[in-house]
T-cell receptor, first 115, second 114 residues
Framework: KAGVTQTPRYLIKTRGQQVTLSCSPISGHRSVSWYQQTPGQGLQFLFEYFSETQRNKGNFPGRFSGRQFSNSRSEMNVSTLELGDSALYLC??????????????FGNGTRLTVT | GENVEQHPSTLSVQEGDSAVIKCTYSDSASNYFPWYKQELGKRPQLIIDIRSNVGEKKDQRIAVTLNKTAKHFSLHITETQPEDSAVYFCAASDSGGSNYKLTFGKGTLLTVNP
């Protein structure tokens, strides 16, 4: 089975712009969650999508949004980019809802740099 | 919400020694505790997990222990090897209710010196 695929791998954007990141989960996985990884802060939960519905959201501003399509692929959008948004954004898929003892399978991430 | 504290933030050991990483959690309802390993430049990968109805779980050189009363759990790596060098993340999750999510610790950078 193919793993979780995230595109693009690298992005350089300017403050004020917006960006869309894409995630294709493992075939058959219905849950997709997104995490922001920055040095010293670990993995911070952004949101989880299951059956095209956002099921949970972390403590991030409304500039961060996402969606999930009927084939379970997910996109994450960040509007009005700020310098502090520079980070590695990781997508993870799981067979079932996050934390129903269902392991997360991570993608390689999208490295976003905001200048 | 859940809060997970992880210690130490960095750990350096000699090859062959043991390494222990500790995590505490705040939500007594949490009942699933996975550990992820992230090698430099790579994706995090699950290495072991434990449910709240189990006190200890082993898989070859790694083991995880859970103390529900004290709300802490630990990762133990024995006979460490250079390939164990990575960042390790603990996490806690509540499988009850509808507000599912995994809360991660901030990570421990383990360096195994040959």
């Amino acid at each position: 089975k193919a793993g979780v695929t995230q595109t693009p791998r690298y992005l350089i954007k300017t403050r004020g712009q917006q960006v869309t990141l894409s995630c294709s989960p493992i075939s058959g996985h219905r849950s997709v969650s997104w995490y922001q990884q920055t040095p010293g802060q670990g993995l911070q939960f952004l949101f989880e999508y299951f059956s095209e519905t956002q099921r949970n959201k972390g403590n991030f501003p409304g500039r961060f949004s996402g969606r999930q399509f009927s084939n379970s692929r997910s996109e994450m959008n960040v509007s009005t980019l700020e310098l502090g948004d520079s980070a590695l954004y990781l997508c993870a898929s799981s067979l079932d809802r996050v934390s129903l003892y269902s392991p997360l399978h991570f993608g390689n991430g999208t490295r976003l740099t905001v200048t | 919400g859940e809060n997970v504290e992880q210690h130490p933030s960095t750990l350096s050991v000699q090859e062959g020694d043991s390494a222990v990483i500790k995590c505490t959690y705040s939500d007594s309802a949490s009942n699933y505790f996975p550990w992820y390993k992230q090698e430099l430049g790579k994706r995090p990968q699950l290495i072991i997990d434990i449910r709240s109805n189990v006190g200890e779980k082993k898989d070859q050189r790694i083991a995880v222990t859970l103390n529900k009363t004290a709300k802490h759990f630990s990762l133990h790596i024995t006979e460490t090897q250079p390939e164990d060098s990575a960042v390790y993340f603990c996490a806690a999750s509540d499988s009850g209710g509808s507000n599912y999510k995994l809360t991660f610790g901030k990570g421990t950078l383990l360096t195994v010196n040959p």
